[in-house]
């Protein structure tokens, strides 16, 4: 790739500009590209794919653009080629690391998941629309062989064989990680149902959903899977229905206590990563008892849910990520700024 020079104001006016690209989508192109989507990976649905774009364009605001950047010095002299390998759990779970390195002033070259093409493709094709130097600082690589750096997101055995590969390389390696939630029993039904969309948005799969939930010993139970109700629409997905079936059956197998909603299955864990369609709960004694609990999950866990002290998002806000919230807790654009 040939460097292009694009100023910090012009980079942020073109993810501006993307934005406003994608509040103004039509309903007819979205079903479209949901659909290629969709037949590319079935866990993308309409519904999900609304949700990621909502959540970008959420991020793209112009100026939370230019206060978070305003944090960095983002002119490099001699500008890197960044490979990004990215993850297709949940649509456009890359976008933040695509937007990051280009708002650096570094070229981009992204290895994408073959789970999730058709609307990063689309994304990048936009950003030419609107600015045709991009076609000179984004590409799509079969192989990352000749890049300056490296941020690559994968499984924690994946990330294994990324640190040898890539270990002389200046590089992000990100593993695998989960959500959880904090409650105290006294949630409104409002917080209940948000803590149901954080637990439930893009079925479960992404490292910001909620995959647990700490309770303080005398919760109520019904009353928060009463609370839940609202979201048995999940069970219309065959994948996510075939997931609760099959684990609705190994407990009743193995005579596990648990909880059934008939769409979502919660189980009493110490474990921190769920199934889909199950969720795990653990009960914590006092505040020094649950400090300990999240102190003891600290590396695996993205974000914690809740009204409490220790909580980091808001209930029903884990898929929104503010632009500095960083996966893994790795400031990216610190990194890309010292590559200079």
Known sequence: MGYTKMGIDQRIQLFSGL?????????IELEELARKAGNE?????EESVKKAFQGISDLLESKKLKSWCNDYKLAPSTPKTVGVVMAGNIPLVGFHDLMTVVLSGHQLAIKPSSNDTVLLKWVVEELKELEPAINHIISFEDRLNDVD?????GSDNSARYFEYYFAKKPHIIR?????????????SGNDIANIGSDILTYYGLG???????????????????DGLKSFETVMDHHK????YDY??????????????????LIKESVELVSPISVIYYEHYNSEKHLKELMLSNEEKTQCITGKHKLATVDFGQAQFPQVSDYA???????FLEQLN
């Open 41 to 45: 990976n079935s866990w993308f649905t």
């Open 19 to 27: 934005r406003t690209r994608i509040q103004n989508i039509s309903t």
């Open 207 to 225: 490292c910001r959903n909620v995959s647990k939930v700490y309770i303080p010993r005398d919760f109520d139970m019904v009353r928060f899977l």
């Open 175 to 187: 593993k695998n990680r989960t959500s959880c939630a904090i409650l105290s029993g006294n949630e």
């Open 247 to 264: 684990n609705k059956s190994i407990y009743l197998i193995n005579g596990d206590a648990h909880f059934d909603t008939g769409f979502l």
């Open 149 to 153: 750096a490296i941020i690559a997101t």
């Open 240 to 243: 996510y229905n075939n997931n």
């Open 328 to 334: 893994d807790g790795v400031d990216t654009m610190k």
